[in-house]
């Protein structure tokens, strides 16, 4: 599952909350921040946070609160989920950019290669018949001197 814009704000909202209150349990967050998404939305969520960024957040020993970890304050302070989520789009963006220069590139490319293919044979008939000419030619001139 690929997180959108939506979910990598409320993610920065978990990793907000959970820096200024310690800690806040999975029921706490359905019923007052995210009531409006399924039951259960938060722990989605969690696993989701935790499989884009190990370790960004934590269980509490018990299980049912979302809690603080070594890495949760650098994480933000370095953007957060919004920001990763923009260079993911950049990322993409550009190589959906450089995918499209490649195949027109190629296009030319197979375009180029026809061209030289049809008139390989015209050229090289016409070099052939310059060096015939080239050579009688010579041929000529020594004949003449004697």
């Not at 706490?28 to 039951?39: A, E, G, Q, S, V």
């Not at 550009?94 to 390989?120: G, M, P, Q």
Request: glycine share 4%.
């Amino acid at each position: 599952m690929e997180m959108t814009f939506e979910m990598a704000e409320e993610a920065d909202i978990i990793l907000n909350t959970v820096i200024e209150k310690g800690s806040a349990d999975f029921y706490w967050y359905d019923t007052t921040i995210f009531n409006h998404h399924p039951k259960h939305y938060t722990n989605t969520l969690f696993i989701l946070m935790n499989s884009i960024e190990e370790n960004v957040v934590g269980k509490s020993v018990h299980g049912y609160s979302i809690v603080e970890t070594y890495k949760t304050r650098t994480f933000l302070h370095k953007g957060g989920f919004k920001f990763l989520h923009q260079t993911q789009a950049q990322i993409q963006e550009k190589a959906a950019e450089k995918e499209k220069l490649n195949l027109e590139k190629l296009k030319y490319d197979v375009k180029n290669s026809k061209r030289i293919f049809r008139t390989y044979w015209w050229t090289f008939c016409i070099s052939i018949a310059g060096f015939l000419l080239a050579l009688g030619k010579i041929i000529y001139d020594l004949l003449q001197k004697q």
